[in-house]
């Protein structure tokens, strides 16, 4: 009987070799922030100028508010008709749609719990952070 | 006390407003950065989006209540010889319409110049900062921690829920490799404690590090797991991690000296706003008026229904943020529902009913054309649920086992139900002062059709088999599930099942309906706990069900418990 290949050795082969038009250079995700450094402040500064505002207008944009009538303690429920896995799911998309990690090319993984509808979109930040895949340079920024 | 030392110093310092107002915001919060790229900067965040206008150079905080002048923005130091900072201030987090998340404060000077604001040798200095309002004599303040500039130091951070098994310590201003090997070495001598403060019914936990994981590349964070994970509690509380202080290097110096290096932060694992498993619970017990239509009689008896729907094991897929028309998940969803009285099993006439399910759903979302997008809700869309399981019916008495194989298609289109949090949501611009909005009439209502069959057979049973029914389970199943919500307080409900057994030598299809007026008791009967409402419940069941199918006429007043 044939020894099944592991997943491992199937990319190796099928990998484009490097004088292959195909072949594209592998870019971790710090390659692709770069010019960004992710030392202490300069995370926090992003967290707090980039990455917040970008949850706020994925909400904004997922719900049809204007962003300016959010606040913290605005509920995910009030915002939809009717909150539940479907509504989370389009949330998720809308967050991912606003790249609100970049300049790190990660994504929020879509968290396996279903969120109460009182959850807030202070709370909603903090999902997000937490779900960051990969993580980013920055993870760990209070 | 400082702080209030800070406030009136202030008070006086700033050109001798001896009439001046000072308040101290607690909903306001700063912070100290020190950057590669900005150099230092203090981050203020006045606890929600401000309206920022640059001609004048104000901020509107969200509320509408306060208007801030920007333009004089100060520094207080605690060094009581030293004159007040000026700063710059620059709105930063922009989410459109001149709304903005912080202010960011740089440029520090005073009456000689350009100064920078953490060079002292050691330790941490408070600042107060302080800003004047549009409106005469009034100052806010507060109060900004300064650690002195290279102080090697520890920041603990706490991840959301749902994860609860990781606490982040950022390494600043020391070699976090370094660092990892120092705790790596000493982990079981790390004390980390959950502390709830004085308030709490609950007592502190103390426990240990399970596992530290080695920074990855240029990262300065390290990831603790704890041995017990974070404790959901209903407010927040602290987190401290206590590190013996020997295997530290030099530079994490502690005044006065200690044994151990403490860092703290908050967590936040309000139970149950993020839930492991979020569900329907539903609890009933009821006094039960049954009709017995083939002995013309009329029995009193206690009913009790109960209801537990967990949802468990939920995966998302294509929410990556490319564009899409559909999305979907899959979730396990165990459940059990009962529906008891208390009569002997020859009078009972009440729907006696047992279901335990082992169900698995699939949903999938269908996205509405763009034209109709920014529609107040956002981007219309339809939601189909297809649940499929394995169930087994059974009455009071377990004298009859049906199993079967359930499948079901529930149908929720855009706006076919609206909550009650969406339809009285109230909503202002930032810089408003919030208004309070009538109330509508109808404040929720559910119209949700599905359909669907069983098919399976009686596994199980005491005494003969019914002719009529037979020994088989084969039907098809329409159902219709309504409810409309009056002033928040006041809700009407009608779910009518529809069966047509194939089956059955006589009257094919049977019809089961339920009918309820419950009127909300929460906040009478102070039973807020965990969200869960009461609701005094009037309840009308009519027709049959599986698996005996015997009829059924009842009216119950009861109390409802439900989440």
């Given at each position: ?142 | 006390?400082?702080q209030q030392v800070l406030a009136l110093y202030a008070v006086l310092l700033i050109g001798g407003l001896a009439r001046a107002q000072t308040q101290t ?49 100060k520094?207080i ?7 007040p ?43 107060l900062i302080v800003i004047a309002a549009?409106?005469k004599d009034q100052l806010y303040a ?422």
């Amino acid at each position: 009987m044939a020894k099944k290949k592991s997943n491992r050795t199937i990319q190796e082969e099928t990998a484009p070799a490097p004088d292959s038009p195909f072949y594209s250079q592998h870019r971790s995700v710090e390659e692709m922030a770069e010019g960004f450094s992710p030392d202490p402040g300069s995370c926090v500064l992003w967290k707090q100028q980039q990455f917040r505002p970008r949850v706020w207008l994925a909400v904004a944009d997922w719900s049809g508010q204007p962003p300016n009538n959010l606040r913290p303690n605005t509920q995910l429920g009030s915002l939809v008709p009717q909150w539940g896995i479907g509504e989370q799911n389009r949330l998720v998309q809308a967050t991912n749609a606003h790249q609100v990690f970049a300049p790190f090319a990660s994504l929020m993984a879509p968290p396996n719990v279903l969120l109460a509808p009182d959850t807030t979109i202070a709370q909603w930040e903090a999902v997000v952070w937490t779900f960051q895949n990969p993580r980013t340079a920055c993870w760990g920024t209070p | 006390m400082k702080q209030q030392v800070l406030a009136l110093y202030a008070v006086l310092l700033i050109g001798g407003l001896a009439r001046a107002q000072t308040q101290t915001q607690t909903t306001w919060s700063a912070q100290f950065v020190r950057s590669a790229q900005e150099g230092s900067v203090v981050s203020l965040d006045f606890g929600g989006p401000f309206k920022y206008e640059p001609i004048p150079k104000t901020a509107t905080l969200a509320d509408g209540s306060t208007m801030l002048d920007l333009s004089s923005v100060k520094l207080i130091s605690p060094d009581q010889d030293t004159e007040p900072i000026k700063a710059v201030a620059t709105p930063r987090g922009s989410i459109g319409n001149d709304g903005y998340l912080y202010l960011e404060l740089n440029s520090f000077s005073n009456t000689i110049g350009s100064i920078t604001i953490d060079s002292f040798a050691e330790g941490t200095k408070t600042f107060l900062i302080v800003i004047a309002a549009k409106k005469k004599d009034q100052l806010y303040a507060v109060n900004v921690a300064v650690p002195a500039r290279g102080t090697a130091r520890l920041v603990l951070s706490i991840p959301s829920p749902p994860v609860r098994n990781q606490i982040t310590i950022q390494v600043q201003n020391a070699d976090t490799h370094l660092i990892f090997q120092s705790l790596y070495q000493v982990m079981a001598k790390i004390v980390i404690t959950y502390d709830f403060g004085p308030d709490s019914q609950v007592s502190n936990i103390k426990t240990g590090v399970k596992q530290i994981d080695a920074p990855t590349g240029a990262s300065s964070v390290l990831t603790v797991v704890p041995n017990a994970p974070l404790p959901y509690h209903a407010t927040t509380y602290k987190v401290n991690v206590q590190i013996p202080t020997g295997v530290l290097p030099p530079s994490f110096r502690i005044v006065p000296p200690a044994k151990t290096y403490s860092v703290s932060a908050v967590a936040n694992f309000p139970s149950p706003t993020v839930l492991e498993t979020a569900a329907d619970y539903d609890f009933e017990p009821t006094f039960t008026s049954a009709v017995n239509k083939t002995k013309q009689t009329r029995t009193n008896t206690g009913l009790f229904i109960v209801n537990l729907k967990p949802l468990l094991f939920l995966h998302q897929k294509n929410v990556d943020g490319k564009p899409r028309e559909y999305s979907y998940w899959t979730d396990f969803r165990p459940n059990i529902s009962a529906n008891l009285d208390t009569l002997p099993e020859k009078s009972s006439t009440t729907p006696n009913r047992i279901t335990f399910a082992l169900d698995s759903e699939l949903g999938f979302t269908r996205q509405r054309s763009q034209a109709s997008s920014g529609k107040v809700g956002g981007q219309p869309f339809d939601q189909f649920t297809w649940t499929n399981g394995a169930h087994t019916d059974t009455d009071r008495d377990f004298k009859v086992f049906s199993t079967y194989w359930h499948t079901d298609m529930a149908f929720d289109p855009w706006k076919w139900s609206e909550t009650q949090a969406f339809r009285t949501r109230n909503l202002v611009p930032v810089g408003n002062a919030p208004h309070s909005i009538p109330t509508p009439v109808i404040t929720a209502y559910r119209f949700r059709p599905s359909f669907g069959c069983d098919l399976g057979s009686t596994e199980y049973r005491s005494g003969p088999a019914d002719p009529v029914l037979g020994t088989s389970v084969s039907r098809v199943i329409l159902k219709l599930d309504t409810m409309l919500e009056m002033r928040k307080n006041v809700s009407f409900s009608v779910v009518d099942t529809g069966y047509y057994l194939f089956d059955a030598s006589r009257r094919n299809a049977r019809d089961f309906l339920l009918a309820q007026v419950a009127v909300n008791t929460g906040l009478l009967l102070r039973l807020d706990i965990n969200k869960i409402q009461s609701a005094v419940a009037f309840t009308y069941q009519r027709g049959a069900q599986p698996p005996l199918f015997k009829p059924v006429d009842t009216i119950s007043l009861g109390l409802k418990l439900y989440r």
